[in-house]
DNA sequence: AACATACTTGAGCAATCACTCAAAAAAACG
DNA sequence: CGTTTTTTTGAGTGATTGCTCAAGTATGTT
């Protein structure tokens, strides 16, 4: 009996996504998003409660989607220091150019740095997720391990952190308008960083 | 003849820099300014031009100041390296605590990431000031090198802009609420980073 | 076709935004 | 003390903020 909702939720979220990760929370307007996602406040407010609500539900989907995009480039590479050093040069060197080589810097890692304090609801959620993708790759390495791919010495959780540390890292870094050939150096770079922790053969 | 200006224009300044480091531009109200400075519109404006024209102000302000903090441990260090592992130390593990134990993260590459685009002035600001701050680690690296404490096929530039994404990395990670002893243990992994960079004697 | 049940629309809400400016106040001179 | 010069004040600017809601519109069922 009911009207079929026009819009495509999913589709909503990927603009939300495009255009909190390129302009940040605080000073993107609900102007801004009425435009981007082709809705209107009512239909707005119905599919996600408050600029808020929508922004949350969009980082949950960018991390989400980031997760899967080191998790794939782990498979195919083999080793888990490889896949996500894949994922760095997919992400900060590869074709996709246009939309991303303008904000190479982690969604989540913006929403942390402009959280404007201890009590902002946003820095909790970032730090909650950055905590969850901290645990997935603890757990890639605890695996890698097992396979003979680390020294059975490494403490997975620490490096788990660097690793983190790095990819945040870099792609800040890549935010300020470094060249390719900078970006390719830095790269290798940070891969001599993990060479000790592999498993001589 | 005239009125002498009451408000110190240096405590207004670190002011403007303690409330845009904590809150970031955009999150930032003129209220806030006005309760914070303690100034009214007319003093600031008299003052800075605009609210734009305070945070650019604050900002170098507060590049000038960071920068001052690195060469003191560099100096203090004897190494370039060892100089910015110090700092970090002092930095992230110092009593500094209150103020800064809420904000280890960079000023500049918050302001980075927040930015809301390629032609965001404050981008172009942030960009510029990392680029200063990689050329004076350049500097250090190339008179470390000189007096012996690199290898001396490092590329210093190449180096810098690791050096820097070390920096930029630790500081954000920090930001998401990481013990005391797990940032111990990461400056720890980092220090290994630079080891293959020092000259064998 | 008529009804019921949504969804969409856009005007408009109070609050706040960055900012202006005329008037009041205060210092340095005579 | 009075004059001059500057700063400080705070009410007020139009624009924009996030958000609400009644009215209009479209869909699926009977």
């Known amino acids: 009996m009911p009207r079929t909702a026009q819009y495509d939720r999913q589709a909503a979220l990927q603009a939300a996504i495009a255009l909190f990760w390129r302009r940040g929370y605080y000073a993107t307007s609900l102007k801004d998003i009425e435009r ?3 809705m209107r406040p009512g239909s707005l407010y119905s599919a996600f409660g408050s600029k808020q609500g ?15 995009d080191v998790q794939n480039h782990i498979a195919a590479s083999g080793g888990v220091l490889s896949g996500v050093m894949a994922y760095l040069r ?3 060197l590869g074709q996709k150019c246009p939309a991303l080589a303008a904000t190479p810097a982690c969604m989540v890692v913006k929403t942390l740095l402009e959280s404007t304090g201890d009590e902002d609801p946003l820095r909790g959620k970032a730090t909650e997720l950055l905590r969850r993708v901290e645990l997935g ?11 003979g791919e680390l020294r059975p010495d490494v403490d997975c959780e620490r490096l788990a952190r660097l690793l983190q ?14 060249s390719e050939r900078q970006l390719k150096q830095l790269l290798e770079d940070i891969e001599q960083v993990f060479l000790s922790y592999r498993q001589a053969h």
């Open 36 to 38: 981007e996602l082709d």
């Open 54 to 68: 929508l922004f949350v539900e969009a980082l949950d989907a960018y991390t989400a989607t980031m997760a899967d």
């Open 90 to 92: 997919w992400l900060l």
């Open 137 to 147: 790759f603890t757990a890639a390495l605890e695996q890698a391990k097992s396979a």
């Open 165 to 178: 540390t790095q990819v945040m890292g870099v792609r800040s870094f890549a935010q300020s308008g470094a």
